[in-house]
């Protein structure tokens, strides 16, 4: 055998024309684009009083805003601006609905949320109204009969919903969460791939917010605690980003500025201040706030963005999230809200106005047509004529202030109970859901009601001291956060000072003008929510003697309807004599 040996030179040739292995590309920045939505209530058509927002330039302007068919149609703008893309929400899509909505125990509202392409739900405390038994076939779907209403009324194979509902810090008898604690999704392939986990739950204190017997054998754990293991748990799945998403949210932010964060206050902050700093974003809600705050400013260490897109579909968040998949790390979040300008009527039936500085949305066809036949099954109920009043009765953001609205409820439940010995009722601000406004001629339709009071108590009258009394006033002050006045029945009044010390704020309060008696005992009837503590009014829960009574608002229907046309009262029932600041 003969071996050829190569000169140097032709080594060097043979090397320079080897072929080198080129190393693989990096994979470009991915941006997964998140709309946060969160307090749907079941509000299929836009909201029935125009919002106040501001525009680019700074302007208020009252403009009608949501509707599912308009919330849809900006989702979809809103999707359209990347490859990848998915909607959170953050609780209450269904509970304290609209009739249309909740005449069919929120059914259309999950049917709304499966044609938009929700893909998870954190359960908020109105999931919770109608039961845990009853949630779980709304998610899961199916006709079983948990209410008094019958299911599956317009849908007769109702299905549930197409998205996992999350509940991580809500705890079964036996051991496990009732809905899982978080999910993934995933986009693109190999190199490029990127995962977001998401880890949903409510507030923790839904046992105060719901009818006691709805949450019977749940544990309510504390969210910073439930959401630091979850996150503990996704990281070492080697997700790419984190997003929680909680019921639960801030107060003390910019009223119209939808976009701003403010000096804010709430429960959430202290939550907030003890999540592992692994999570990238948290979308909020509970408050009916809209904001937009980047938790950096407060906590370097922290440096999450806090979204929350107010009540009703009035708005949506438009958020976005890049993510390098070489690094597995976030390296960019930028979100705002985006105002859901609809269309809407006053009660003489012309249309009210809209503003050129938002964009004028399309509503969606598919959803307006499947919302039209929950509309139009519940339309002769809606509109059946319940009485007259003499006047506009309007609400504020303010549960702090009296309205004539508030204290009318409260004569009307005071009334339907004399029979069991009432002598007061007290109504909780934050139960009355929509302005009173009648039609030309003063007439208020069942609707109308319905939209007041959607919450379906019944009324109790229980005996307390007049200690007791004085101690259920002393409550209304105990939170620094959410301020509540009660409304009370005609007959009572209180007057309340919030600079004088704790259990001493109540200046004076007179049943008949005479003083509350702390040696005497009175008849006082609440709604049910209120009657199991809601609100953190425990003092209710300490009466005795409890006869149950009719349907809250059967009985404020009834008290309508008595009199040709109901006067509005005078709202000089609650004094506040606290030094302006």
């Known amino acids: 055998m003969i071996r050829r040996i190569l000169s140097p030179a032709a080594l060097l040739l043979v090397s320079a024309c080897a072929t080198v292995p080129a190393a693989p590309p990096t994979p470009e920045p991915v941006t997964v684009r998140i709309v946060g939505i969160n307090d749907f209530h079941g509000n299929l058509m836009p909201l029935s009083a125009p919002k106040d927002v501001m525009t680019p330039d700074g302007e208020i302007v009252s403009i009608p805003v949501g509707g599912a068919a308009w919330m849809a149609s900006a989702i ?3 999707r ?34 499966n044609r938009v392409g929700v ?30 209403r019958e299911p599956c009324a317009v849908e007769k194979d109702f299905a549930g919903a197409n998205f996992p509902f999350l509940s991580a810090n809500v705890v079964t008898r036996n051991g496990e969460t009732l809905f899982p604690a978080f999910g993934t999704k995933t986009f693109g392939e190999g190199e490029a791939q990127v995962t977001v986990g998401v880890i949903g739950l409510p507030l923790r204190d839904v046992p105060n917010l719901v009818t006691p017997s709805g949450v019977e054998d749940l544990y309510f754990g504390d969210e910073a605690n439930a959401i630091n293991i979850y996150v503990e748990e996704l990281a070492s799945k080697g997700v790419d980003a984190i997003v929680v998403s909680i019921h639960q949210g801030l107060y003390n932010v910019p009223r119209e500025d939808s976009n701003g964060c403010g000096s804010v206050s709430g429960e ?8 592992d700093p692994r999570v990238d974003l948290v979308i909020s809600g509970h408050t009916h706030r809209s904001y937009v705050c980047n938790y950096g400013d407060i906590d370097p260490a922290r440096p999450f963005l806090v979204t929350s897109a107010g009540y009703g579909a009035s708005q949506v968040t438009d958020i976005a999230v890049t993510i390098n998949p070489a690094t597995n790390e976030v390296t960019a979040k930028t979100a ?11 009660k003489d039936g012309s249309p009210l106005p809209t503003s050129s500085a ?65 002598q007061i009722a007290f109504m909780n601000n934050s139960g009355v859901r929509a302005s009173l406004v ?6 208020v339709t069942f609707g109308d009601l319905y939209a007041v009071q959607p919450f379906g108590n019944s009324l109790i009258t229980r005996t307390f001291t007049g200690d007791q009394v004085l101690a259920l006033l002393e409550q209304q002050f105990d939170s620094a956060d959410k301020k509540q006045i009660l409304a009370p029945s005609e007959g009572f009044a209180f007057t309340y000072d919030r600079s004088r010390p704790k259990g001493d704020r109540i200046v004076e309060a007179t049943l008949n003008g005479d003083p509350i008696n702390p040696l005497k005992s009175y008849r006082i009837t609440m709604n049910s929510f209120l009657a199991a503590g809601g609100d953190g009014f425990t003092v209710f829960t300490e009466g005795t003697q ?17 009199v040709p046309v109901r006067q509005l009262p005078q709202t000089d029932r609650v004094t506040n004599l606290t030094p302006a600041s």
């Open 76 to 78: 979809n703008t809103i």
């Open 80 to 113: 359209a601006q990347d490859e990848y893309s998915m909607v959170i929400s953050a609780g209450d899509m269904i509970g304290a609905s609209p009739l249309a909505s909740a005449a069919f125990l929120d059914e259309p509202a999950i049917g709304v949320m």
């Open 119 to 148: 893909d998870f739900n954190a359960v908020g405390n109105h999931e919770f109204d109608k039961g845990w038994q009853e949630l779980k076939r709304i998610a899961d779907g199916g006709c079983e009969k948990y209410t008094l």
């Open 268 to 275: 959430l902050l202290p939550i907030l201040e003890r999540l």
């Open 336 to 346: 705002h809200n985006v105002t859901v300008q609809s269309e809407g009527k006053a």
């Open 358 to 422: 938002f964009a004028a949305i399309v509503p969606d066809a598919g959803i307006a047509a499947y919302v039209g036949q929950y509309v139009e099954a519940v339309e002769e109920v809606a509109k059946r004529p319940s009485g007259k009043v003499s006047g506009e009765a309007i609400i504020t953001d303010d549960d702090e202030l009296e309205t004539a609205l508030g204290d009318m409820i409260a004569d009307g439940q005071l009334a339907a109970t004399r029979e069991a010995g009432a």
């Open 438 to 443: 009648p039609a030309a001629d003063g007439t």
């Open 546 to 562: 409890t006869t149950t009574g009719a349907n809250d608002l059967d009985a404020f229907e009834a008290w309508l309807g008595a």
